[in-house]
């Protein structure tokens, strides 16, 4: 049997998961990172994606706003802007959120101070549709 870590996923209006796991995967602002019992002290950001854990044996998935990760040898916290699972995700609602946010970026440059802000809009939508159909870029 895998060793345990303790996982906290908590958005401002909810914890989406509190639990132990064998392993963990989430969407670091330097690309994906994975995280298993015992691992170094680490922190860093979170952007919008997918997060994929093994808890009991069983591979789960949530989608993850941007946010920030706490990591120690026992226990990670991801405090991440909004979080739910795939089944919560009505595609519909994620479909008109990506169009907004790419009719805003289509009249924005990298340096107008809102750009950011919309980008990340953009890539939560985006990936909320993947894992509303069941699709993600990187399972574990």
Same mark, same amino acid.
């Given at each position: ?17 509190? @639990? ?28 919008? @994606? ?6 009991? @044996? ?5 989608? #993850? ?5 706490? #990591? ?19 595609? #519909? ?40 159909? @069941? ?6």
């Amino acid at each position: 049997m895998a060793d345990k870590i303790k996982l906290n996923i908590v958005a401002p209006d909810r914890t989406l998961f509190k @639990g132990t796991v064998e392993e963990l995967y989430a969407p670091g602002i330097l690309g994906e990172f994975g995280i298993l019992e015992g691992h170094a002290p680490y922190f860093t950001e979170i952007e919008p @994606g997918a997060v994929h854990w093994k808890a009991d @044996g069983v591979d789960k998935s949530a989608a #993850v706003a941007e946010g920030f990760a706490s #990591v120690h040898s026992d226990t990670i916290t991801l405090l991440v802007e909004a979080a739910e699972f795939p089944e919560e995700i009505d595609p #519909v609602k994620a479909e008109a959120y990506r169009v907004r946010a790419e009719e805003k970026l289509s009249n924005m440059t990298l340096f107008d101070p809102d750009y950011r802000f919309w980008k990340l809009r953009e890539m939560r939508a985006l990936n909320r549709l993947l894992l509303a159909k @069941g699709n993600t870029a990187n399972q574990h």
